[in-house]
Nanobody
Framework: QVQLMESGGGLVQAGGSLRLSCVASGSIFSINVMDWYRQAPGKQRKLVATITSGGSITYADSVKGRFTISRDNAKNTVYLQMNSLKPEDTGVYYC?????????????????WGQGTRVTVSS
């Protein structure tokens, strides 16, 4: 089993910064994509940022220029640096990865989600 654990959420004033971390652990053979998603209150979960194992990055338009995703492959960790936070960035942030479990390599890439970390931006 592959587990994801997020940390770094909290309450911050508009204009402030937070850094989220997500560590993947367990029976990891390889990790392809690592993403951050956000689910605002009463809304669907949406993709915020993506980083591949090769370092290719994409962002949602709403966070471009403010958020930075990065990854430490040796530590199986993905980060999300969030600057110039706005009240509309409020929500639960989920880490996602697409990985191969070394116990069931034959099944190939599978999807894994963390439990989420809450970010609240006050105006």
């Amino acid at each position: 089993q592959v587990q994801l654990m997020e940390s770094g959420g909290g309450l911050v004033q508009a204009g402030g910064s937070l850094r989220l971390s997500c560590v993947a652990s367990g029976s990891i053979f390889s990790i392809n994509v690592m993403d951050w998603y956000r689910q605002a209150p009463g809304k669907q979960r949406k993709l915020v940022a993506t980083i591949t194992s090769g370092g290719s990055i994409t962002y949602a338009d709403s966070v471009k220029g403010r958020f930075t995703i990065s990854r430490d492959n040796a530590k199986n960790t993905v980060y999300l640096q969030m600057n110039s936070l706005k009240p509309e960035d409020t929500g639960v942030y989920y880490c996602y990865c697409n990985a191969v479990d070394r116990r069931i390599v034959r099944l190939g890439l599978r999807d894994y989600w963390g439990q989420g970390t809450r970010v609240t931006v006050s105006s």
